[in-house]
């Protein structure tokens, strides 16, 4: 832009191409012409390069599993990445109102130092065996639930609830920000979307990763554009997109419990705004790290993820 | 080089393959609307330039960014200086227009920002490295101008590049960076070696 600067390496192009005509064209062998600095820097590059592949090739012969590790760890690199999609959510969402400079900035720090514990990562799990007792208890405990058919609970039947479905389970090996105690949230709630759960809270195999890790929330699977409505009464506290999560929000609903909707196809709920139990605030997409059409689901008390499976109910 | 519309554009073949790479590492959705965001921070360099009466000769597309090549030389300092900032000005305008909708798309706004945001980084070649040349040449003349130019090129040039080494340090990859970062350090190098040209 700034014509004085340009002007200034054009002239440096067009003395470098006189150079060249001057020097003419085939260098013949034998003579004591020096060489320009660009077939100077070309030899330099020739050099480095024929070594590199030399050296790489004797390190390959000489140590392959060093070799190996090396290329581990690069693959490893080249797919850990801070989560972009996250900072520009971040910074768009402060620079509308939707949230404050703080929350932006500590989304932000998130998204790009620790893109793994952002919420809807999951988990790898850990060497050896994974808990199916307790996980086949949850899974009982749903079937249990299913039959009753109950969308909809009051405040006050949570506690014969909470009484009825006491799980044996073993907090070891979970990660540690994960209960599986059923908690009495003292609220009315109800399940936010009519779908079928595809997956349920507790290790699996990722569908996308493919490799065993823990999922934080429920899958409901439904079709896009159906309707997700609030869990409970609250306040939508976060309205964003990420790369892992798509489309997602947040709703507090006060006591330190609040609940996620991922993978939405569009949110209909404004940051900020106070929703009503079963009002609705977004649409069922596949946005994000989604293989079909869904909602993820999560519910957080005081920082550590509920298991929903005992909230919900599906079709 | 890649040049379309008898050589005034030319793109390299470095753009496609970091764009490539940007786009496997966080979503061609992105990759898309990053490439619209520029679209339009250059179309606002375009339209003042234009406007003012420069001839843009060509437009040079790298894996480092986008450089209108201008016969911008009659331009006043002002005027230089108004079709330096309407590349970021534009980039603001889109992300305000964009807040207007009820459910305002907040990836597509942040874009916007972080782009006018990144070239307003005082750093020679970016904008705002340019903006400040030319607002010092114009307040104490030329020489001034370039040496501020060099000196601020410098030291943002290290601290990008500390800042994406940090993050690719923290995060164990986010690779893609390293472009970025070997291109600031790139430029201020550049800025360096320009030395004797302020006596």
Known sequence: ?????????????????????????????????????????????????????????????????????????????????????????????????????????????????????????????????????????LRSYHKESEETGQTEVSASEQTEVSTLAYVRYSDENLPEDVTLEQSILGFDYCTPVSGVISSDFGYREHPVEGEERFHYGVDLAADTGTQIVSFAAGTVSVVGESSSYGKYCIVDHGSGISTLYAHCSRITASSGAAVERGEKIAEVGETGMATGPHLHFEIHKDGEYLNPIYYVADL | MWQIFDGRVEISPAFFLLSGWFGLANGWALLGTVVLAAGIHEAGHCLVLLWKGADIRRLRISALGAVLETSSGELSYSAELLAVLAGPAANLAAAAVLTLPEHPPV????????????????????????????????????????????????????GVCAAAVSVMWSTGGSLWLLPAAAGAVGYGAAELRQGHFVK
């Open chain 1, 1 to 137: 832009m700034t014509s004085r600067r340009i002007r200034r390496k054009s002239g440096s192009v067009v003395s470098q191409v006189r150079r060249h005509r001057h020097t003419g064209g085939v260098r013949t062998s034998g003579t004591d012409e020096p060489l320009t600095p660009r077939e100077r820097q070309r030899l330099i590059q020739l050099v480095v390069c024929a070594g590199a592949f030399v050296l790489l090739v004797a390190v390959k012969l000489l140590l392959p599993e060093r070799m190996a590790q090396v290329n581990q760890w690069l693959s490893d690199a080249l797919q850990k990445n801070m989560d972009v999609q996250s900072v520009f959510s971040a910074v768009g969402r402060a620079f509308s109102g939707q949230s404050d400079l703080d929350g932006a900035a500590q989304e932000v720090y998130r998204a790009v130092f620790a893109p793994e514990t952002e919420m809807a990562q999951e988990t790898a799990a850990p060497a050896g065996e994974i808990y199916e007792t307790a996980m086949d208890a």
């Open chain 2, 107 to 158: 990836v597509e706004i942040g874009v916007h920002l972080m782009l006018a945001a990144f070239n307003l980084l005082p750093l020679y070649p970016l904008d705002g490295g340019r903006a400040l040349d030319l607002l010092v040449s114009w307040a104490a003349g030329p020489e001034a101008g370039e040496r501020a130019a060099r000196w601020s090129a410098v030291v943002t040039a290290a």
